[in-house]
């Protein structure tokens, strides 16, 4: 017989027939002559009643079940006579799969914190929270594959392993096979890179986007998603060491192309979670967050602003507010100040363009004021930035200027200034951190908890 799934089972139209669910024991209780055995397989937040009569010859086998063992069960499918649960199985036969010592067994009937699940990542997704987190990063995954793929764009897969500083912020990890203890030098006493395995200086990505931005000059419309990585020495609810990046690239499209895209991404993806995941959803809203439907609600149904960053500085200027950072043209906004403007100001997602040249990277195609760049930033309630992009410099002599300025060695940026050489066009992009979208989704504080298996400076477990 061919297993069923709980979350299928759920949703038959009636009871009836015989099923085969496999799965892992959440409790065990029992109520005069019959055992009641719940269990889940991860399909569904919902977990499936077992019953079994005393008289059964698997009795003695159910009383001996504990929370984590895994079992399999044969049995007819029937109405629930609880008011809990729409189905429940009358089991006919039932098989220990594996078991769970309940001395040992860290995950027992009670609520677990945050905290303590992440010293046992190889079992908290079993808990409700976090398989719930799963089954939503899954859906928000596939919406922004759908999203893309419906409008033409290709998938790229760029390269993990880079000899180019996509941000120019030097926090990159290194790739090397050298022997650490004894390294071959030069004559001078430096490391001598080139005997290394690529012959120079390697690390692991930033971003994609360079790469990306060769398909988009010949493919039109291209996406990454995949992970990047940030050497940041910085232990916070808001970073990690290892992240994964979406960042489309649209060639013959202008900065306001560019928002337009954004905010219909946004949209697109957020209506799914909520068509989709909406169960899933429902539990974060209840146990973490009771504005987060609402918070994605009102993204969906607004029209985002529009805003310069000279007018957002304005309008933080002239708020009354105290701030911890301070605002000034020339500053970066800080997530207080994004925040400021989204839910209390303006009341929606707001579209910030026209940074500073000098707080932006050196890609971004200059104005011609001299003094600010093509860039934006899509700033959300609750959580500010949640998409930074810009229209691209396609200009081979202004992008040199740039590279010097930023004390880059435009001979490793050939390829890249190549295709300003060579059939160049207005081109843009943005970047979107999945775990950051995940998070603002669910509404969990701690961008570790949306992640399988976090990388933070001194934690590379699991």
């Not at 010293?119 to 987190?133: C, D, K, Q, S, V």
């Not at 790739?175 to 001078?188: A, E, F, N, W």
């Given at each position: 017989m061919q297993r069923s799934r709980v979350k299928d089972i759920l949703n038959r139209e009636r009871a009836g027939g015989?099923?085969?669910?496999?799965?892992?024991?959440?409790?065990?209780?029992?109520?005069?002559?019959?055992s009641f055995v719940q269990i889940s397989d991860g399909s569904t937040l919902k977990d499936l009643q077992i019953v079994v009569e005393q008289s059964s010859p698997h009795y003695a086998l159910i009383e001996s079940l504990n929370t984590g063992c895994s079992v399999s069960v044969t049995g007819e499918l029937v109405e629930s006579q609880g008011r809990s649960q729409k189905y429940e199985v009358n089991a006919r036969e039932v098989e220990l799969l594996g078991g769970a010592d309940p001395e040992e067994y860290p995950l027992q009937k009670k609520r677990h914190t945050l905290e303590f699940l992440?010293?046992?990542?190889?079992?908290?997704?079993?808990?409700?929270?976090?398989?719930?987190?799963?089954?939503?990063?899954?859906?928000?995954?596939?919406?922004?594959?759908?999203?893309?793929?419906?409008?033409?764009?290709?998938?790229?897969?760029?390269?993990?392993?880079?000899?180019?500083?996509?941000?120019g912020a030097g926090?990159?990890?290194?790739?090397?096979?050298?022997?650490?203890?004894?390294?071959?030098?030069?004559?001078?006493?430096?490391?001598?890179a080139a005997a290394d395995f690529f012959g120079r200086p390697t690390y692991l990505t930033v971003s994609g986007q360079l790469e990306a931005e060769i398909?988009?000059?010949?493919?039109?419309?291209?996406?990454?998603?995949?992970?990047?990585?940030?050497a940041e020495n910085s232990n916070t609810s808001r970073h990690l060491a290892?992240?994964?990046?979406?960042?489309?690239?649209?060639?013959?499209?202008?900065?306001?192309?560019?928002a337009e895209l954004a905010e219909d991404f946004l949209k697109y993806v957020f209506s799914y979670a909520l068509d989709k995941c909406a169960e899933d959803l429902a539990f974060f809203n209840q146990w973490y967050?009771?504005?987060?439907?609402?918070?994605?609600?009102?993204?969906?149904?607004?029209?985002?602003?529009?805003?310069?960053?000279?007018?957002?500085?304005?309008?933080?200027?002239?708020?009354?507010?105290?701030?911890?950072?301070?605002?000034?043209?020339?500053?970066?906004?800080?997530?207080?100040?994004e925040r400021y403007l989204t839910e209390k100001r303006v009341g929606k997602p707001v579209v910030v363009t026209d940074y500073p040249k000098d707080i932006k990277a050196f890609y971004m195609r200059m104005n011609d004021?001299?003094?600010?760049?093509?860039?934006?930033?899509?700033?959300?309630?609750?959580?500010?930035?949640?998409?930074?992009?810009?229209?691209?410099?396609?200009?081979?002599?202004?992008?040199?200027?740039r590279m010097k300025l930023a004390g880059l060695d435009a001979d490793n940026y050939w390829w890249y200034l190549d295709l300003r050489r060579y059939g160049t066009v207005p081109h843009a992009g943005f970047g979107l951190g999945f775990e950051r979208t995940v998070q603002f989704a669910t509404g969990m504080q701690n961008i570790r908890d949306v992640i399988p298996f976090p990388r933070t400076p001194r934690n590379v477990e699991f």
């Open positions: 015989e099923v085969l669910v496999q799965g892992w024991v959440k409790t065990r209780r029992s109520s005069g002559a019959v992440r010293e046992i990542a190889h079992l908290r997704p079993r808990t409700n929270t976090f398989g719930a987190m799963a089954r939503v990063r899954n859906g928000v995954a596939y919406a922004i594959h759908t999203f893309f793929q419906e409008r033409g764009f290709q998938y790229i897969q760029t390269p993990m392993i880079t000899a180019s500083d996509a941000e926090s990159m990890f290194r790739v090397t096979t050298l022997d650490l203890q004894d390294p071959p030098r030069q004559g001078s006493g430096a490391v001598d398909f988009a000059l010949a493919l039109s419309g291209v996406y990454t998603f995949g992970p990047t990585f940030r290892e992240f994964w990046m979406v960042e489309p690239e649209v060639a013959f499209c202008d900065l306001d192309g560019l967050d009771k504005s987060a439907i609402a918070t994605l609600e009102g993204i969906i149904n607004s029209d985002f602003e529009r805003l310069t960053y000279a007018e957002a500085v304005r309008l933080l200027e002239g708020s009354g507010e105290t701030f911890e950072f301070p605002v000034g043209w020339g500053l970066d906004l800080q997530s207080e100040h004021d001299g003094e600010t760049v093509r860039a934006m930033d899509v700033l959300a309630p609750r959580i500010g930035e949640i998409i930074g992009g810009s229209q691209r410099e396609e200009r081979e002599d202004i992008l040199r200027e």
